[in-house]
């Protein structure tokens, strides 16, 4: 099966997910990285895992809908099944979410549906809960939003810092979306209305 990964920062989950391919843990290919930030540092790292890259900019087109299909163009090049979001700051339309429908999955350092949006670490910190996390999800029209794969909690201790909570935070992120792409890829994830079941393990929590 072929995966892509959409990515537009530094891309530490881009390497995690790419070194568990590497080691036979996921049975998949990593086929394509699809990036809209020319100065991101997912793009060295997509090099020297020898992963293609296809390089998007959203200024030169006109509007959303050409945007998405040039990269519809390219998911369909490369036969990908599966879109894995991993700080991927765009959101994407309700109509390329219909074309892949079950097919994209995000990741989002909190527990869901707490702390939605570009700062859900910072926020989580800011807000002083004593516990947060990291969601693997697929995706739906929403922000943030739609059924849930896995979360793992984090704890927030009297010492921590935003700084610390990040790289916490970061840790769990890097094996959490490995298990959820496996889960993927041997089919063991099934969506019922806003729940995911995963075969034999039971519903996930
Ligand atoms: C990750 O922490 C991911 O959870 C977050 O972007 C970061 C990307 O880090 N995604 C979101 O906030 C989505 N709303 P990385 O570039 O080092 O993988």
């Known amino acids: 099966m072929n995966i892509a990964i959409f990515a537009s920062g530094r891309g530490t989950n881009f390497s995690a997910i790419a070194a568990a391919i590497k080691k036979g843990r996921i049975k998949v290919s990593l086929s394509l990285l699809v990036c809209d930030n020319p100065k991101a540092g997912v793009l060295l790292k997509a090099k020297s895992a020898k992963v293609e890259v296809f390089l998007v900019d959203r200024k030169s087109f006109s509007g959303k809908i050409d945007f998405e299909n040039s990269i519809i163009e390219a998911l369909k090049k490369h036969k990908i099944k599966l879109v894995v979001l991993a700080g991927f700051m765009r959101i994407l339309s309700a109509r390329f979410v219909r074309k892949y429908n079950g097919r994209i999955i995000n990741i989002h350092p909190s527990l869901l549906p707490?702390?939605?949006?570009?700062?859900?670490?910072?926020?989580?910190?800011?807000y002083?809960?004593?516990?947060?996390?990291?969601?693997?999800?697929?995706?739906?029209?929403?922000m943030d939003h739609g059924p849930i794969i896995l979360q793992q909690a984090v704890s927030i201790d009297e010492r921590d810092t935003q700084k610390t909570l990040e790289e916490k935070i970061h840790r769990v992120e890097h094996t959490l979306y490995?298990?959820?792409?496996?889960?993927?890829c041997e089919g063991k994830l099934k969506v019922k209305g806003r729940k995911v079941s995963s075969g034999k393990q039971g519903f996930i929590r």
Do not use: M, N, Y
């Not at 490995?178 to 993927?184: G, Q, T």
């Open 114 to 126: 707490a702390f939605k949006g570009e700062e859900g670490i910072k926020d989580a910190f800011s």
């Open 128 to 142: 002083g809960v004593k516990v947060t996390g990291v969601t693997v999800h697929f995706v739906d029209v929403l």
């Open 178 to 184: 490995p298990r959820a792409i496996k889960l993927f």
